[in-house]
């Protein structure tokens, strides 16, 4: 049994965790960092927002991620048949800020920020799962198993959750609520020789709209391509989501079996589901979520990252707040909480239209009245949900849609999908 003391413990490597724990190695803070895999391991999340870049820029790690990743410039939103198609440029948005991201292997990505962690001076240490914590007003403490079976116990000022969608404290203390109008799962794969778009299409997302729910398909380096689908966990019936379902599906869908045409699975097929989910409190005495141990709304947006990131940003500030003020009341960690909950609220607004056939018909025939579609655009970027005349958009977007549902003020979809709600 090893016993040891730091400034900052950090639960989970993934980029929330690496972001939080670099930043505070940064300001000269003791930060140990467990993880309970050994890196590189798969994760999902592979398409990235534009408004993550300069949350990269600041981490250092921009030269790195240029070499690796493709530049994706656009999201585009399809139907089944491939007759309507709606590409949103990130450079016709209303906010100024970056009009380009990445589409990533989760593996590489994750392996290049834990690394820039350890450089700025983090302790990592992979293959340590930790299994228990205590706080109290004095101290945080976590205890764990290393991949050798030893035990360890570190004590810490605070205490960061980071362990994404395994949410290890608000699991412990009861604090998840589910969202049951997000309840989805998810059946995907890679695929080598996937049809994509060249030039500087090559990198776009394509959403594909399906009657009970939607496709992703991300074009990632090396003619990998991501390709998964989400529909609502009442559609699966009683099916059983393996392979032959994953193809079942693929052929329902007309677009997407022509851009499969000529493709092999190169890697698993893996599902997922329940993802939809708030921690009541996100902040305690002497302990702080980042991440998905925090919150996870939905993938349609590919918000995750950077919502994650961007809170990991605002986690770090408040940290250091509190080491100057020696204090790790939840009062004192109050604001970061009330930062994300606002931000993710944005976001779970337009998520739960997504669901909505009228939502997705005005999506994709959007209109340029009062600047609407810019003002989405910057939304499907990232940039801007803190901004009042985006908000402001937004709510207006959500009105025409509900407009849409009974006036019919844009074409409807062939097959009207169904509301997971
Ligand atoms: C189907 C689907 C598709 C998605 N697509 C996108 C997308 O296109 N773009 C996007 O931005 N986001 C996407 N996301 C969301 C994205 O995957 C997450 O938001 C993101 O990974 C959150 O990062 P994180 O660091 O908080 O958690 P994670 O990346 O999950 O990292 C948590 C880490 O903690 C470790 N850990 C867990 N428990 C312990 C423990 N007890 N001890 C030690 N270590 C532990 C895990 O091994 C893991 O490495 C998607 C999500 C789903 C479900």
Wanted: net charge positive.
């Amino acid at each position: 049994m090893t016993r040891e003391r730091c400034d900052v413990i950090v639960v989970g490597g993934g980029p929330t965790g690496s972001t939080v724990a670099t930043l505070l190695a940064r300001r000269g803070r003791r930060v140990v960092l467990c993880e309970r895999e050994t890196f590189p391991r798969f994760h999902i999340g592979e398409s990235l927002l534009p408004c993550a870049m300069p949350l990269f820029e600041e981490l250092g790690v921009m030269p790195e991620l240029e070499r690796r990743f493709l530049r994706k410039y656009a999201a585009e939103f399809v139907s089944d048949d491939g007759s309507f198609s709606r590409r949103y440029a990130f450079d016709q948005g209303l906010v100024e800020g970056p009009t380009s991201a990445f589409e990533v292997d989760r593996a590489e990505l994750d392996t290049v920020l834990l690394e820039n962690a350890a450089r700025a001076g983090v302790d990592v240490r992979q293959g340590v799962q930790i299994t228990a914590f205590d706080t109290d007003l004095r101290r945080a403490r976590v205890y764990g198993r290393t991949s050798e079976r030893k035990r360890c116990e570190v004590e810490a000022e605070v205490l960061v959750d980071a362990t994404g969608q395994q949410s290890l404290v608000a699991g412990r203390l009861g604090l998840r609520r589910m969202d049951a109008s997000l309840r989805n799962f998810s059946i995907f794969s890679h695929f080598e020789g996937a049809r994509r778009y060249s030039g500087d299409r090559e990198g776009d997302i394509t959403i594909v709209l399906v009657p009970d729910g939607w496709w992703w398909v991300i074009p990632l380096k090396n003619d990998r391509t991501s390709v998964g689908l989400v529909a609502p966990v009442k559609a699966r019936g009683d099916r059983k989501l393996d392979e032959r379902y994953f193809f079942e599906r693929v052929e329902a869908s007309p677009y997407l079996r022509e851009r499969l045409a000529n493709a092999r699975r190169v890697a698993p097929i893996r599902t997922l589901s329940d993802w939809s989910y708030s921690s009541e409190r996100m902040v305690g005495e002497r302990w702080l979520l980042v991440g998905d141990a925090a919150t996870f709304i939905d993938p349609v947006f590919s918000t995750g990252v950077y919502l994650g990131m961007a809170g990991a940003f605002r986690a770090a500030e408040t940290i250091e707040h509190a080491f100057a003020r020696g204090q790790f009341s939840r009062t004192t960690l109050l604001s970061y909480e009330r930062w994300v909950k606002e931000s993710v609220e944005v976001y779970r607004k337009f998520v739960r239209g997504f669901y909505r056939p009228e939502f997705v018909e005005v999506l994709l025939h959007p209109s340029d009245f009062m600047g609407l579609r810019a003002a989405v655009t910057s939304l499907l970027a990232g940039h801007g949900i803190d901004r009042k005349d985006v908000r402001f958009r937004a709510a207006v977007f959500h009105l025409i849609a509900r407009a849409n549902r009974h006036l019919t003020l844009v074409p409807r979809l062939t097959a009207r999908r169904v509301a997971s709600a």
